[in-house]
């Protein structure tokens, strides 16, 4: 999927900064700004440890 999102970046000439797992973080954003529990969040990303995913968040 990261190469189709890459092609898709480079076909929409977009920043080559924009990287698949950006999505990743603007996901998380979007959840903790809606107010979702960060221990909801953690089992939707699939981490074992809370701190893991307070790394987003900071």
């Given at each position: ?8 970046v480079?076909?929409a ?10 999505l990743?973080h603007?996901?998380v954003?979007?959840?903790?700004q ?7 969040v953690?089992?939707?990303l699939?981490?074992?440890n ?9």
């Amino acid at each position: 999927m990261s190469k189709q999102f890459k092609a898709a970046v480079r076909s929409a000439n977009l920043n080559n900064d924009i990287h698949f797992h950006n999505l990743r973080h603007s996901f998380v954003s979007n959840l903790v700004q809606r107010g979702v529990n960060l221990y909801v969040v953690k089992e939707l990303l699939g981490h074992e440890n809370i701190k893991t995913t307070q790394l987003y968040i900071i």
